[in-house]
T-cell receptor
Framework: IAGITQAPTSQILAAGRRMTLRCTQD?????MYWYRQDLGLGLRLIHY???????GKGEVPDGYSVSRANTDDFPLTLASAVPSQTSVYFC?????????????FGSGTRLTVV | AQKVTQAQTEISVVEKEDVTLDCVYE???????LFWYKQPPSGELVFLIR??????QNEISGRYSWNFQKSTSSFNFTITASQVVDSAVYFC?????????????FGSGTQLTVLP
């Protein structure tokens, strides 16, 4: 089934540890995104990539890094996790900038930093 | 910067009641796109609708309808004859057409609870 696969589904992480959240899509969408969802704040954009080889910062990029080596994969790395990074993380992709065909979201990664 | 405001944090209704979820947006772009997503208790985000700024026609899909008014910068969502399965968090979102506004910006969401 075409879509986005995120891994892991959930994770408990010790503060200070490094963690990479994985995101893979099989729709050949040009653009990919990482959002974090926090209660009362909705979804906020962390980083995005309009095409393979390029990335950009969203609203809340601090403490996170991304790479886009190919079209399908868009990993999100927390170099040194802090408790404020406890959140649900959603990866998304779009074709045509989301205008023509909207956005497809993964099922999320629930991350708890202790 | 663009912004989406969903002033209703939580709404509770009894099954079969109609309910309207409000969405007010801010953007400097003349071309923009508005979205509604549903997030049921299972957590996934379900796409409901996308509207373009140059198309103010209201839309109806079954029990769902959307009222887009550029004059008040609002894109409200009405569920007619609500059902328990409609219980979810609903997000309104905006995508502009220039610079950083070309990213999808979400409102804070409205938690809808439909009681049997």
């Amino acid at each position: 089934i075409a879509g986005i696969t995120q891994a892991p589904t959930s994770q408990i992480l010790a503060a200070g540890r490094r963690m990479t959240l994985r995101c893979t899509q099989d729709m050949r969408h040009n653009a990919m995104y990482w959002y974090r969802q926090d209660l009362g704040l909705g979804l906020r954009l962390i980083h995005y990539s309009n095409t393979a080889g390029t990335t950009g910062k969203g609203e809340v990029p601090d403490g996170y890094s991304v790479s886009r080596a190919n079209t399908d994969d868009f990993p999100l790395t927390l170099a040194s996790a802090v408790p404020s990074q406890t959140s649900v993380y959603f990866c998304a992709s779009s074709d045509g900038g989301g205008v023509n065909y909207g956005y497809t979201f993964g099922s999320g990664t629930r991350l708890t930093v202790v | 910067a663009q912004k989406v405001t969903q002033a209703q944090t939580e709404i509770s209704v009894v099954e079969k009641e109609d309910v309207t979820l409000d969405c007010v947006y801010e953007t400097r772009d003349t071309t923009y796109y508005l979205f509604w997503y549903k997030q049921p208790p299972s957590g996934e985000l379900v796409f409901l609708i996308r509207r373009n700024s140059f198309d103010e026609q209201n839309e109806i899909s079954g029990r769902y309808s959307w009222n887009f008014q550029k004059s008040t910068s609002s894109f409200n969502f009405t569920i007619t004859a609500s059902q328990v399965v409609d219980s979810a968090v609903y997000f309104c979102a905006l995508r502009g057409d220039s610079g950083s506004a070309r990213q999808l910006t979400f409102g804070s969401g409205t938690q809808l609870t439909v009681l049997p």
